[in-house]
């Protein structure tokens, strides 16, 4: 049986595995994608959770008001080009998306109740979320994303390089 309870170690983990992507700069959305499935439990919302966290940490960094905001309606063709969302994908990335920013403004939105019916893929739209509103942050305060991601990692005390394997494991 797999593991049910999420720890701080996992927490820190799934912060670190974002932030060095996105200080990485050019690597591999669905390598991301992979590592960050691998962290996630069945039927919870952790990795997606934390994802969420760091985009609002993001908007707080940069100051980002309802008096000068990010577009929506260009978010997602900006800045996760990459990924083309089709059919229930739109609603699936809009809510990741809304959820993460009515969370920064003080309102809780019902996860569990919203995700439900879902596939068990809310983590990965919460990534895709949070990667948008992290970059359209760093495009909106004219700083690149890699430094933003450094910003990121020191308010949560992380070193985003990931782990090097062990030379006496490798052949």
Same mark, same amino acid.
């Given at each position: 049986?797999?593991?049910?309870?999420?720890?701080?170690?996992?927490?820190?983990?799934?912060?670190?595995?974002?932030?060095?992507?996105?200080?990485?700069?050019?690597?591999?959305?669905?390598?991301?994608?992979?590592?960050?499935?691998?962290?996630?439990?069945?039927?919870?919302?952790?990795?997606?959770?934390?994802?969420? *966290? !760091?985009?609002? #940490?993001? =908007? +707080?960094?940069? /100051?980002?008001? &309802?008096? $000068?905001?990010?577009? %929506?309606?260009?978010?997602?063709?900006?800045?996760?080009?990459?990924?083309?969302?089709?059919?229930?994908?739109?609603?699936?990335?809009?809510?990741?998306?809304?959820?993460?920013?009515?969370?920064?403004? *003080? !309102?809780?939105? #019902?996860? =569990? +109740?919203?995700? /439900?019916?879902? &596939?068990? $893929?809310?983590?990965? %739209?919460?990534?895709?979320?949070?990667?948008?509103?992290?970059?359209?942050?760093?495009?909106?305060?004219?700083?690149?994303?890699?430094?933003?991601?450094?910003?990121?990692?020191?308010?949560?005390?992380?070193?985003?390089?990931?782990?090097?394997? +062990?030379?006496?494991?490798?052949?």
């Amino acid at each position: 049986m797999g593991r049910q309870q999420v720890t701080d170690q996992d927490r820190r983990e799934a912060r670190r595995l974002l932030l060095g992507w996105l200080i990485d700069d050019d690597g591999d959305i669905n390598q991301l994608g992979s590592a960050a499935f691998e962290l996630h439990i069945p039927h919870h919302t952790f990795p997606g959770e934390d994802f969420m *966290g !760091l985009a609002i #940490d993001a =908007l +707080d960094l940069a /100051r980002i008001e &309802r008096a $000068d905001p990010i577009a %929506y309606e260009t978010l997602l063709a900006d800045h996760v080009p990459e990924i083309e969302f089709r059919g229930k994908e739109h609603r699936k990335i809009r809510f990741a998306v809304l959820a993460t920013t009515a969370r920064r403004a *003080g !309102l809780e939105p #019902d996860l =569990l +109740d919203e995700i /439900r019916f879902w &596939r068990d $893929d809310f983590w990965h %739209y919460a990534l895709y979320a949070a990667i948008a509103l992290i970059r359209a942050t760093a495009t909106k305060t004219n700083q690149p994303v890699p430094q933003l991601a450094h910003q990121l990692a020191q308010l949560h005390d992380l070193d985003p390089t990931p782990p090097r394997a +062990d030379p006496d494991t490798t052949e």
